[in-house]
């Protein structure tokens, strides 16, 4: 077989577009796909990079953000005392009504705490609540003539004491109610129920609970120690002690006192309750 | 037979003949058959080469922004970012519930102190309080004074000064001195009437708002904004429409609910249009503006 010029040309080239092929798919293609995949992985890196950038720029303003949100928490938390030492609080109220010539205070009560939950929108209850009691003292002014009375005190003094008291935390210490009742003796008796309100927080607190708040810290000096239960005999007055009175100790009981209707019923019969005498 | 074999030896010789004839072509066309190769080889060469060198160049900038990514200082900032937006996140939620609870707190009635004063400097002069209290709006005045007027002049004066909404008598009387122990000059000098008066002050009621996004756990985007109005006060909540979250997450307002009734398609479009919330202080009112991220899509 005879082949023409052509024909070689043609097999040639048929040959070389083998080769071709051959090379395209066995050495360029996956050379070139190896490339491509790298710069896709280049450019996914170079995106991932810019994003992460991006974050990492932001720090600094949502940092910023994340502060001014914490004062803000901050700011509302210290609106309310941070607990509710009665004691303390009583006893400033007393300090403020000393301090405005109203120094005998004649009666205080106060509550337990009453919580006030919050129901977010979802339905859930949020872990952080506010508590508060109601303290409620009576104070009595003076008429200005009788001694330990001097000099006079009133409406004007109690007035002064509750606008202090008013002034002095206005979110966490809230006076609910005040009343006057006149004696027609010169002088007044004076109430003021006063609620104090804390927050009970489920997670720490942003600042630290200032001690120097006289709401919150006992300043006054420590008493001595060493008070009894149940009021010895010396410390009876000897005005109220009674020769007739049923002492289940005693070796002799005193009688001759009318008993009362109940105290029949109640006394137990001196033979029972008292001890045999040793032998 | 024999031409048979001639025929034979002669197509053997043309064989050899058409391949000597063949091979001068290939000799003519192997130069640039071979140079054509060659020149294949070495273009498919610089090519893979330059791939495999790009490749490598690629790889290696791969390497160095993986590096860079991976680097500690990198995942430490990228960390602190999302340590900051979890807390950030977590701070929101507090923000909203403490102040929620101060909202609270805030409107809960409390004394104030400039009502007595004002009281005190209206008493007429011939009057003596003798009992008052002031608790949950209202003050009561028992006292005594000279006569029946008095104590319309000192409702009078409160009202000159706008200091109260409501006043209710509950009795102005003569004292009858009658069975009193006192000597006729005393009872000259004592005050001849008894007042009991109660005066309520104007009602005050919160309008609370809150603004939510409008997802299943209805999270909120910021503290609540509570105000204490007197009845009858005209409310504004403005800037309705719209809402930027501290991280730059821009939502629009879905529904409104006001004390938890959802506004109809055409209030809703009345308060777009206006960007403003508007009302009548009647009662405590508790309003919830819920919205979903720039989009439509719920975050």
């Known amino acids: 077989m005879k082949l023409t010029k052509t024909e070689l040309i043609l097999a040639g080239g048929l040959l070389i577009a083998l080769l071709i092929v051959l090379y395209s798919s066995v050495i360029y293609r996956p050379a070139t796909d190896e490339l491509f995949k790298a710069q896709q992985e280049y450019r996914d890196l170079t995106v991932q990079q810019e994003e992460n950038k991006n974050i990492i720029d932001k720090v600094a303003a949502l940092t910023s953000t994340r502060d001014d949100l914490k004062n803000e928490i901050a700011t509302i938390e210290n609106s309310l005392l941070p607990e509710l030492d009665v004691e303390v609080i009583t006893s400033r ?39 508060y009691i109601r303290i409620s003292m009576k104070v009595s002014g003076k008429d200005g003539v009788t001694e330990g009375g001097i000099p006079a005190s009133g409406y004007e003094d109690f007035i002064k004491a509750v606008k202090t008291i008013e002034t002095e935390n206005p979110e966490a210490i809230r006076i609910y109610s005040i009343s006057m009742e006149e004696t027609q003796q010169g002088f007044q008796y ?90 | 037979m024999a031409n048979t074999k001639i025929e034979l030896s002669k197509k053997d010789m043309n064989f050899f003949s058409e391949f000597s004839g063949s091979s001068s072509q290939v000799n003519a066309i192997v130069p640039y058959a071979l140079l054509i190769l060659v020149a294949l080889v070495v273009v498919g060469g610089v090519v893979f080469g330059f791939l495999k060198i790009q490749t490598a160049a690629v790889r290696s900038q791969i390497d160095i922004l993986n590096a860079e990514i991976n680097s500690e200082e990198n995942q430490k900032d990228l960390k602190e970012y999302t340590d900051t937006y979890n807390s950030l996140a977590g701070y929101n939620l507090q923000y909203y519930d403490v102040s929620s609870l101060f909202s609270n707190v805030k409107n809960t009635d409390k004394i104030d102190s400039a009502v007595m004063d004002a009281v005190y400097t209206n008493l007429p002069v011939d009057v003596f309080v003798s009992d008052l209290s002031y608790e949950s709006g209202k003050v009561q005045l028992t006292g005594t004074c000279d006569s029946y007027f ?44 008894s007042f009991d008066i109660v005066c309520y002050l104007k009602d005050t009621y919160p309008v609370v708002t809150s603004r ?40 629009t307002v879905s529904r409104i609910l006001v004390n938890n009734i959802v506004l109809t398609e055409q209030q809703l479009a009345t308060v777009k249009q206006n960007d403003l919330i508007t009302g009548i202080t009647n009662a405590a009112t508790d309003i919830k503006i819920y919205y979903v991220a720039d989009g439509g899509a719920q975050s």
């Open chain 1, 93 to 131: 109220f007393a300090d403020i009504f000393a301090a405005n010539n109203l120094e005998f205070v004649t009666k205080i009560t106060s509550t337990m705490p009453t919580s006030i939950m919050l129901q977010r929108a979802d339905g859930t209850t949020s872990g952080d609540s506010v508590e």
């Open chain 2, 150 to 193: 008095t104590p319309l002049s000192m409702l009078a004066n409160f009202r000159a000064v706008s200091l109260f909404s409501n006043i209710e008598i509950l009795s102005i009387e003569q004292i009858d001195f009658s069975a009193s122990p006192m000597p006729p000059e005393e009872i000259a000098a004592a005050s001849k009437f």
């Open chain 1, 190 to 279: 004076f109430f003021i129920s006063v609620d104090v309100y804390q927050f009970v927080l489920s997670s720490e607190r942003i600042d630290p609970i200032d001690t120097s708040d006289p709401y919150l810290s006992w300043y006054r000096e420590a008493v001595a120690t060493g008070g009894k239960i149940g009021i010895p005999y010396d410390n009876v007055p000897p005005s109220k002690l009674l020769e007739v009175f049923f002492r289940p100790f005693a070796t002799t009981q005193v009688s001759g006192g009318v008993p009362a209707a109940g105290d029949a019923a109640q006394a137990p019969d001196a033979t029972e309750a008292a001890p045999t005498p040793a032998a």
């Open chain 2, 212 to 251: 939510l996004i409008d997802d299943t756990a209805s999270t909120p985007l910021t503290a609540v904004d509570s105000q204490t109005l007197g009845l009858g006060e005209k409310y504004e909540i403005k800037n309705i429409n719209t809402y930027t979250s501290e991280n730059g997450t821009v939502y």
